[in-house]
């Protein structure tokens, strides 16, 4: 006997029906496969450089974020893809697909990608920048004073740092950097020792740059630039003098950058990543870019040397690394081509330079960021620092800048003589490096310095500060959404908590302990955390909001996330609408669950929100029969945040507060005529365009309402 389902039939119904029985929430068509909407997010953001909408620099500015998003595709979910096909693992999750699967979905997925990006580039871009007399002009289009310079400066700052090398027997084939621009020429002739080689390689150094500004008498636009990878190819056969050059074409090779790190065998944790991380460049090849000029000899020949097969050629039309692109966002000076700059705002109590910690004795300060100012949080633990009363400071750090504010904080209290502990997560990706960095700085400046827990990531946001006060000790924390970092904070939407109170301040206290010495697990007063509530009190909530759909009470959840991935939380959401629960997601990026499926997601609709800013904040609403519960947090509901890091979510207790996180967070994107992506049941994304008026932009809309003028007092 089969069970029959809403689903069968089709991958996706289109029309509503009843079903017979209550469908199999286990079936693998209800699920995306996360690797799958990780491109489809990608995509969103490339729709973006195509939008007339968005002031032309921000829209080469998307061009290059797309296609960082898609190089990290491939060094890290297209790699271990791969590994896992290679090694026979079994089906990768409740979507049912293998690797295999998967691998080539994403190929085909990811060459479209490719090619509508270099479309975007060549037709609407770079004709839209000469419009405006910022021009990226060809080989062919030089003139011949621009020539006589560019050949200058070839001999004189290019020529000296390259070294061009023969193929032969004696000069195997290069190393290759991983997404280091590389050039293979083909030759004719005999050299100065009489042999005839065919081929040779042409590394371009990173320490040169990838855009050369011509000067302003020989430029017919007010800023023009040529690629360093033209003037290379212009000049090439200098660099094989009485050899005729039959071709040249640029190449790129993306490799595996994951990190692989046996935390229970290292004796030291920094020292163990410090050396994978010379590995990184040199991972095995997983893709081969090259120009579309390249004829399919050579092309066949490069593929063997990074052991690929046709399948991971990717043939451009244009520079084979775009984000070298962005450098022209920043080199030019065109405020009308960038997004309007804003002051952001600040809460009136600390607009009037109240001691902070007088104003957390008060009440709590709640920071939407950027929209509101990033200072208050470095301010706090520099006043930290350098209070005689602060006895200790207690910090996590998961991502970090160079030169970090905040890190400069801390070494100078510890230097000051006062306790400070720092929880660095090490294994951030791409910022293990900067981490690694500040870690020994902290160190050498007489901090305690430790790496969170074996086998767990330490991804919550918190700080503890201790303070002397009329012989009692008081506890003050800051909890944030994002990382700790001041540029990030200018850049993506995080929230911010700064608070006194005595409860939430204990139980960040205790997280840190658990983080730094050995213990059991303690029950929170207000804190959830993963990988021990966090996630069991997710799923007793949906379940409760179902219960009161089925007694016939209201019954809301509302969330907004960068990711949705969990298997268990996407079946209580999808068990939830099937009892009548109103669900309303705010999901960024990847979304694992397909919304408006007959008889199991009527109920649940999905947004996205892609713009100026990177969305990063992470809040969970649950209507509660009216007690309306609210909590900030560090994580997605993903099923690396619930079970393998360390993560922490907390109420927002005061109303007004609550008010402000609902209403900005969590009511603003299903607004009408919001700027937002909708999510189908059949996976694909329709961004919302209202008809006879101006579709609001939230982020817009945000930056007007908190910046400069701000006069809320929360």
């Known amino acids: 006997m089969t069970t029959q389902t809403a689903l069968e039939g089709s991958a996706v119904p289109t ?198 500004r011509l000067p302003t008498e020989l430029s017919s636009g007010r800023d023009e630039f040529v690629l360093l990878s033209s003037v290379i190819h212009a000049h090439v056969d200098e660099l094989f003098p009485g050899m005729q050059v039959t071709g040249c074409h640029q190449f790129r090779v993306t490799r595996n950058s994951d990190l692989w790190i046996d935390e229970e065998g ?62 022209l966002c920043t080199r030019v000076d065109r405020p009308g081509l960038t997004y309007p700059p804003f002051v952001p705002g600040l809460p009136v109590r600390l607009r009037q330079g109240e001691d902070l910690f007088s104003v957390l004795r008060s009440r709590d300060v709640l920071l939407h960021h950027p929209y509101q100012s990033y200072v208050p949080v470095i301010d706090l633990i520099r006043q930290a620092a350098r209070d005689p009363d602060v006895l200790a400071i207690k910090q996590t750090v998961y991502r970090t800048g160079v030169d970090s504010e905040i890190a400069e904080a801390l070494i100078e209290a510890a230097r000051r003589g006062k306790e400070v502990t720092a929880v660095i997560e090490l294994r951030a990706r791409f910022d293990e490096a900067a981490n690694i960095d500040v870690a020994q700085r902290l160190r050498d400046a007489g901090a305690q310095v430790v790496y969170g827990i074996v086998g767990y990531k330490a991804h919550a946001k918190m700080m503890l500060i201790v303070r002397r006060e009329d012989d009692q000790l008081r506890r003050y924390a800051h909890l944030g959404t994002g990382n700790y970092h001041a540029s990030n904070a200018r850049s993506y939407t995080d929230f911010s908590t700064m608070t006194s109170d005595p409860e939430l301040c204990a139980d960040v206290a205790n997280i840190f302990q658990q983080l730094t010495g050995l213990g059991s697990v303690v029950r929170h007063h207000k804190l959830l955390q993963s990988p021990f509530t966090l996630h069991e009190t997710m799923l007793r909530l949906i379940d409760q909001e179902a219960a009161h759909a089925r007694a016939g009470k209201r019954a809301l959840i509302m969330a907004k996330l960068n990711n ?30 397909r919304p408006g499926i007959p008889g199991v997601s009527d109920n649940i609709r999905v947004r996205s929100i892609v713009g100026r800013f990177l969305e990063h904040a992470r809040c969970y609403y649950f209507h509660a029969d009216g007690e309306e519960i609210t909590y900030l947090s560090s994580a997605d509901w993903m099923p690396r945040n619930v079970f393998r890091r360390v993560e922490v979510a907390w109420p927002i207790a005061q109303r007004g507060g609550r008010r402000r996180v609902i209403r900005e967070l969590l009511t603003l994107p299903f607004e009408p005529d919001v700027d937002a992506w909708d999510l189908a049941a059949d996976g694909t994304y329709t961004r919302y365009r209202a008809s006879g008026a101006e579709t609001r932009s939230i982020q817009r809309e945000l930056v007007a309402e908190l910046s400069a003028l701000d006069t809320l007092d929360t």
């Open 15 to 212: 029309e509503r029906a009843t079903p017979t029985i209550v469908p199999d929430l286990n079936d693998p068509r209800l699920y995306i496969h996360p690797e799958q909407s990780r491109l489809a997010f990608n995509m969103r953001v490339l729709a973006l450089a195509a939008d007339t909408g968005v002031p032309l620099l921000e829209r080469l500015r998307f061009l290059t974020i797309a296609s960082t998003n898609l190089d990290e595709l491939f060094e890290i979910r297209f790699a271990g893809l791969i590994e896992q096909s290679h090694y026979g693992v079994p089906t990768a999750g409740p979507d049912g697909m293998t690797p295999g699967e998967v691998l080539s979905a994403l190929a085909d997925d990811a060459r479209a990608m490719v090619d509508q990006q270099y479309a975007i580039l060549r037709d609407e871009l770079l004709p839209a920048l000469e419009a405006q007399g910022i021009r990226i002009p060809r080989r062919s289009a030089w003139s011949k004073p621009q020539r006589q310079w560019i050949h200058k400066t070839f001999v004189e700052q290019v020529m000296p740092v390259l070294t061009p090398t023969a193929l032969d027997p004696s000069h195997p084939f290069p190393p290759i950097q991983n997404k280091s621009l590389n050039f293979i020429v083909s030759l004719k002739g005999k050299d100065a020792f009489g042999r005839r080689i065919g081929l040779a390689v042409v590394k371009a150094p990173r320490c040169l740059p990838r855009l050369i």
């Open 266 to 327: 290292a004796e030291d944790l920094l020292l163990a990543l410090r050396g994978q991380l010379r590995a990184r460049e040199w991972g095995d090849a997983v893709r081969l870019e090259v120009a579309d000029t390249c004829d399919a000899e050579i092309c066949s020949f490069l593929l063997q040397q990074f052991g690929l097969e046709r399948r991971d050629l990717y043939q451009v039309d244009g520079p084979v690394n775009l984000y070298r692109l962005r450098e």
């Open 564 to 593: 949705l991935s969990e298997p268990q939380i996407i079946r209580a959401l999808y068990a939830a609408s099937q009892a009548g629960v109103e669900i309303r997601l705010v999901v960024r990026g990847i979304c694992c669950l």
